[in-house]
């Protein structure tokens, strides 16, 4: 199976070669991803400068370091750089839950997200924060998953979304098909912190706090908080289906 992974935290991140060490014996894996930390950057791509890629060995394996985000990463890989389009993409393993309305932010769930609109299967994986940096749990989870993927496909456009809790194995209470939540993992609750550098010249610092999931039912952060693997599975298209029918009754004042 040849299999791309991604991610948003660089090419240099524990995760991402976690994730290589396993899969890498038993698949054809190729590592493409950005050359630093892109995080939080969305589904953005890089149109004002041109992407370069460097081949480099870190961590004990090779990958392509490339000078753009995690969308740019998967698609310059899957019609540039890979000879043949890989079976499946999977992007992580991202240090932090990605959860709620934070999915409109992460470049790691945007990496799968652009897999998944050029007609790749995709998996988006998440370890919730946690100062232990035992990628084991995952790495298996993960494994079995893209089988089961690559086995049974994915509808068009659909990819999922994984996220493991910060517990150790035996506490795990098992597996969780959920939506996505509307609480984010990060809440923006202090603003900014406005502040004056050396030179007198003001800047900011976007505050964020840590809270709690929000107990939504069936969501991906309440499957967090009972220790359970939340997979989710998220579509492309963002169209409000509910809303088309109320629209139409609207009166725009045009022919």
Request: glycine residues 8%.
């Amino acid at each position: 199976m040849d299999i791309l992974l991604t991610n948003d935290d660089g090419i240099h991140a524990e995760g991402l070669w976690a994730m290589e060490r396993v899969l890498s014996g038993r698949h054809n894996v190729y590592v493409v991803a950005p050359d630093k930390e892109r995080s939080a950057i969305g589904h953005s791509i890089t149109l004002a400068h041109p992407l370069r890629v460097n081949r480099i060995k870190t961590n004990g394996g090779w990958g392509y370091a490339v000078t753009g985000t995690p969308a740019d990463c998967v698609k310059l890989a899957i019609r540039e750089i890979l000879e043949r389009i890989p079976d499946i993409v999977v992007s992580g393993i991202n240090p932090g839950a990605n959860v709620g309305i934070n999915l409109n932010y992460s470049g790691t769930v945007s990496a799968a997200k652009e897999a998944a609109l050029m007609g790749v299967p995709a998996i988006a994986v998440s370890k919730d924060l946690s100062l232990n940096d035992n990628y084991s749990l995952v790495t298996a989870f993960v494994s079995d998953l893209i089988a089961k993927v690559v086995k049974n496909g994915l509808p068009r456009a659909t990819f999922l979304n994984v996220n493991i809790p910060d517990c150790s194995p035996e506490h795990i209470q098992g597996v969780r098909i959920t939506r996505q939540g509307t609480a984010p993992l990060i809440s923006i609750k202090s603003g900014f912190h406005r502040r004056v550098d050396p030179r007198n010249e003001v800047y900011y610092w976007q505050g964020v706090e840590r809270q709690a999931f929000e107990e939504e039912v069936e969501s991906d952060g309440a499957a967090l908080c009972a220790n359970c693997i939340s997979v989710t599975p998220v579509q492309c298209d963002m169209t409000d289906y509910e809303s088309i029918e109320t629209l139409k009754t609207w009166d725009f004042g045009l022919a």
